[in-house]
């Protein structure tokens, strides 16, 4: 549960969220436990569920808009340091806010490889696409978030 967690937080960014996001996930293996066919990994599944979850999750969030008081700060940067459950330094604010500017594709192969250390195999079936598509999708992901924090220095 604590590597799903980990993995749902880094893609949702809140503590709070994740909380939601995981029992919403562990719901929904309870409930399908029963069609599960066994012809992958449970673990690989049930990061599959958590993925789904996840991303399901920031399309509704990116619905609503949050707005910053003050105006020199995103509202990821706001809203992290307002997170009693975040403790980062400035570097982590930057990354947390250029991992933020990604596409949610980029951003979830970008946490899975990066924080997981997740291989591209894995991810290939969690994701349930090609690893030559995972490795684009990191490289790109890894790209701007290099420019990104090029450009907040």
């Known amino acids: 549960q604590e590597q799903i967690y980990w993995h749902v937080r880094r893609m949702v960014t809140y503590h709070d969220d994740a909380d939601d996001v995981v029992q ?20 690989t599944w049930i990061y599959r569920i958590a993925t789904n ?24 940067v706001y809203l992290l340091k307002s997170d009693v459950h975040f403790d980062g330094s400035h570097a982590e604010l ?8 990604l596409p949610d594709k980029q951003k979830t192969v970008f946490n899975m490889r990066y924080f997981e250390e997740m291989n591209y195999k894995e991810m290939s079936e969690i994701l349930e696409t090609s690893v030559g598509a995972l490795k684009a999708s990191y490289h790109h992901a890894v790209k701007k978030v290099q420019d990104f924090i090029q450009q907040e220095k």
């Open 24 to 43: 919403n996930t562990f719901v929904k293996v309870y409930k399908s436990i029963d069609r599960f066919k066994g012809e992958s990994k449970i673990y």
């Open 53 to 76: 979850e996840s991303l399901t999750f920031l399309k509704k969030r990116s619905s609503r808009k949050i707005i910053s008081i003050d105006k020199e700060e995103s509202p990821t």
């Open 94 to 101: 930057v990354l947390q806010n250029a991992i933020m500017t």
